[in-house]
């Protein structure tokens, strides 16, 4: 059973430029979230999208955003690229948000997203 | 505001050691609770999971317990081993996931 895919798993990228990032959940999987890891923030929460709908928001500002497609593929874009959006970016899927009659919510990672800013 | 705390953030023991990391949370109305690990430059792996109505999960040398009314969750780990050496990062559900800012273990040949 295939895991959760991201891509590209690493870019480079020069300020003011823009950034598309895909996320392939497990199959049978409906929720996906974002994630931004930074060595001085930690795990930082972006959105999370369940049957196409975002359910939540974290604090970033509105150059960050995402969608889910109905084959519950996700893509989030980071437009006007700062130094600071330099982070590893994660995407996690689950059968849905807590517990669900498809599963327990259980989250699985993929291996990330490395964006550089330069 | 849900708030998740783990102590200690980093920790270094001798192989063969068991040994315990720690979790709290300040809401305990949480739907489950999650232990991961996370090598450098790696995704997160899902470790153990507990329901909010379990009190603890066993995978092999890994045990972990919660304790939903005084906010806890601890991770045991038993006979510590190199390949253990990683970041554990605790994370619990409600609405979203919150996760703590982990416990970098090294396990020393």
């Known amino acids: 059973k295939a895991g959760v895919t991201q891509t590209p798993r690493y870019l480079i990228k020069t300020r003011g430029q823009q950034v598309t990032l895909s996320c392939s959940p497990i199959s049978g999987h409906r929720s996906v979230s974002w994630y931004q890891q930074t060595p001085g923030q930690g795990l930082q929460f972006l959105f999370e999208?369940?049957?196409?709908?975002?359910?939540n928001k974290g604090n970033f500002p509105g150059r960050f955003s995402g969608r889910q497609f109905s084959n519950s593929r996700s893509e989030m874009n980071v437009s006007t690229l700062e130094l600071g959006d330099s982070a590893l970016y994660l995407c996690?899927?689950?059968f849905g948000p807590g517990r669900t009659s498809s599963g327990t919510g259980e989250l699985f990672f993929g291996e990330g997203s490395r964006l550089t800013v330069l | 505001k849900q708030e998740v705390t783990q102590i200690p953030a980093a920790l270094s023991v001798p192989e063969g050691e068991n040994l315990v990391l720690n979790c709290s949370f300040t809401d305990s109305a949480i739907y489950n609770l999650q232990w991961f690990r996370q090598d450098p430059g790696k995704g997160l792996t899902s470790l153990l999971l507990?329901?909010?109505?379990?009190r603890e999960q066993t995978s092999g040398r890994l045990n972990a317990s919660l304790d939903k009314s005084s906010g806890r969750s601890t991770l045991y780990i038993a006979a510590s081993q190199p390949g253990d050496s990683a970041t554990y990062l605790c994370?619990?559900?409600?609405?979203?996931?919150?996760f703590g800012s982990g416990t970098k273990l090294n396990v020393k040949p």
């Open positions: 994370a619990v559900f409600f609405n979203k996931f919150y």
């Open positions: 996690a899927s689950s």
């Open positions: 999208y369940f049957s196409e709908t975002q359910r």
């Open positions: 507990i329901q909010s109505s379990q």
